[in-house]
């Protein structure tokens, strides 16, 4: 069964450095805990997926998904690996909270061929911008 990812804007992040400045602060052993207002519906088949951060409109980076946790306050915490896993870079259009995306239409690994995953993600935004990736 294919898996289902979710994307997420990483607020006032620049670049893939502060994003993993980000991720070592908030995790807890081997786990980062993102916390999120609503349960996602379709929540079980969540689990082995990625949530895929975006940064100046481009998905850069992903954590597996390991679980959905409620807390007491009411919120609902999203259970990740603490391992930042760079991705090539796709453009995507900013949004609030976070949105589903299918298994096929996901990043793939940050090697695949086309050196594109090494490129900062500010310079591969305006390469995007003028149509040139």
Not at 8 to 33: H, M, N, P, W, Y
């Amino acid at each position: 069964m294919p898996k289902l990812n979710l994307t997420k804007v990483a607020f006032a992040c620049r670049d893939l450095q502060v994003l993993q400045e980000r991720i070592v602060r908030r995790a807890t052993g081997s786990e980062v805990r993102i916390a999120t207002r609503m349960r996602p519906k379709r929540a079980d088949e969540l689990i082995g997926g990625n949530l895929y951060w975006i940064v100046k409109h481009t998905i850069i980076a992903g954590l597996e998904i390991r679980r959905l946790e409620d807390r007491e306050d009411g919120r609902i915490d999203i259970v990740c690996s603490a391992e930042l896993k760079r991705v090539a870079p796709m453009p995507r259009r900013a949004h609030q909270g976070w949105r589903y995306l299918e298994d096929a239409d996901a990043p793939k690994g940050d090697d695949d061929g086309s050196g594109l995953g090494a490129l900062p993600p500010q310079l591969y935004g305006r390469l995007a911008a003028l149509a040139l990736v």
